[in-house]
């Protein structure tokens, strides 16, 4: 009986592995997906734009920036990105760094100018400003950041096919 909860057990924590082991990853070129392209001997600039369909041997994209359409052989690219989206979580919290960064510098030096007329000591005044204008730096930085999103790209290797000379 034991040898048959331990298959049992075993199986079952085998399992998952397998059912992980059979899903296939989304093609690189899926309708759908954004994409920046890399073909040198198209263009200079990486292409950039929504796959609309792909085969074997041509995507199709378009571009809204300037607005067009352009077919490609699979054969000249050489490398594509697929996009992962905007995210102001990210540029957010970098803005909200450097503005906290930079008020707290200036702070520092304002409230250290500001101690001769204040009743407090100029440490404590220049404590205060820090943490005052850190503060305060530090939001309007997280505000900066919120409203300039950046893309973000997955870089890949494009597999190339092997062509046999005949």
């Known amino acids: 009986m034991r040898h048959v909860y331990a298959l049992v057990a075993g199986l079952a924590l085998a399992l998952p592995g397998a059912l992980a082991a059979q899903?296939?990853?989304a093609p690189l070129l899926a309708p759908g997906a954004r994409v920046r392209i890399v073909a040198p001997v198209l263009?200079?600039?990486k292409i950039s734009g929504t796959v609309v369909s792909a085969d074997s041997g041509w995507v199709h994209l378009r571009s809204t920036d300037p607005a067009s359409e352009r077919w490609m052989r699979l054969s000249l690219v050489e490398s594509a990105e697929v996009s992962l989206g905007r995210n102001r979580g990210?540029?957010?919290?970098?803005?909200?760094?450097?503005?906290?960064?930079?008020?707290?510098?200036?702070?520092v030096i304002v409230g250290a100018q500001l101690a001769s007329e204040l009743p407090t000591g100029v440490a404590t005044s220049a404590a205060l400003g820090a943490v005052g204008v850190g503060l305060l730096g530090g939001g309007i930085g997280a505000g900066i950041g919120a409203i300039t999103p950046r893309e973000r790209w997955q870089p890949s290797r494009f597999p190339r096919a092997v062509v046999s000379p005949r």
Do not use: I, K, N, V
Not at 99 to 104: I, Q, R, V
């Open 23 to 25: 899903q296939q990853p």
């Open 43 to 45: 263009s200079a600039d």
């Open 90 to 107: 990210a540029r957010a919290f970098r803005g909200s760094t450097w503005g906290g960064f930079l008020g707290f510098g200036l702070g």
